[in-house]
Structure formats: C-alpha cells, structure tokens
C-alpha cells in the first residue's frame, strides 16, 4: 500500500512550494492535481480513496485530488516515432522495432495546485 506513502510525499511537496512563496503564506491547498503513468505502479482508484486519510494537520485538509492518467509512450531509436503505447507492448506501433525508450508514463507527479481564495 504504497499510495498512502505517495499521498504524503504529495502533500509534503505541495507544502514546500507553498512555504517558498511568501505571497502564499496562510493560503490553504483547494487542490492537488496529479498525473500517475501506466507504468508507475500506482494505483490511481486507491491514491484517490487514501488521499483524505493523509490531509489531517495539513494544508491540504479537505482538498480534492485530481488524477490525470498519463499512457505509457516510448520513442522509437530506428525509425524516430514517438507513440502512446499499451503498458504490456512497448514495442514501436510504427516499425514494430523493440529498440525503443520510454519517454513518458513511468511515474506520479505533481502537475498543479489550487489555492483557497482566504
């Protein structure tokens, strides 16, 4: 059950971005998105129910999380296409090359926050 693990490295970075802004200071977090790869091994269902048991004594104490999921993509070494690809077939949809690099979809990442207007 690492996604606990996860909602709270979350929040920690959301709080560390808000202390380096002192036109921040006192704002609450109103929301947190966030994009989990196919490949991450997150699972986004879980991240989303755990989410709430991670807030209390934060700043993001009642604030949404928003889940983007982002496709696995690989680009290509032989033929130089860049494709979305199934987590299970990470050859080259183009020439069917496995000479390939992952290039997206591998992680979780914090891509936005939504402050409170107090």
């Not at 709270?8 to 808000?18: G, S």
């Not at 983007?68 to 032989?78: D, G, I, K, S």
Request: hydrophobic fraction near 40%; proline fraction near 5%; glycine fraction near 10%.
């Amino acid at each position: 059950m690492h996604e606990l693990s996860l909602c709270q490295a979350l929040i920690a970075t959301a709080e560390r971005q808000l202390a380096a802004r002192p036109e921040h200071a006192g704002r609450r977090l109103k929301a947190l998105k966030v994009s989990v790869g196919a490949l991450s091994g997150c699972e986004p269902d879980l991240l989303m129910h755990l989410f709430p048991h991670a807030t209390p004594g934060t700043q993001a104490e009642g604030a949404e999380l928003k889940v983007e999921f982002q496709p696995a993509q690989v680009a290509c070494n032989a033929c130089g296409e860049r494709r979305d690809v199934s987590a299970n077939q990470l050859a080259c949809p183009a020439c069917g090359g496995n000479n390939v690099s992952l290039v997206a979809g591998d992680g979780v990442f914090l891509t936005g926050l939504t402050l409170s207007d107090d």
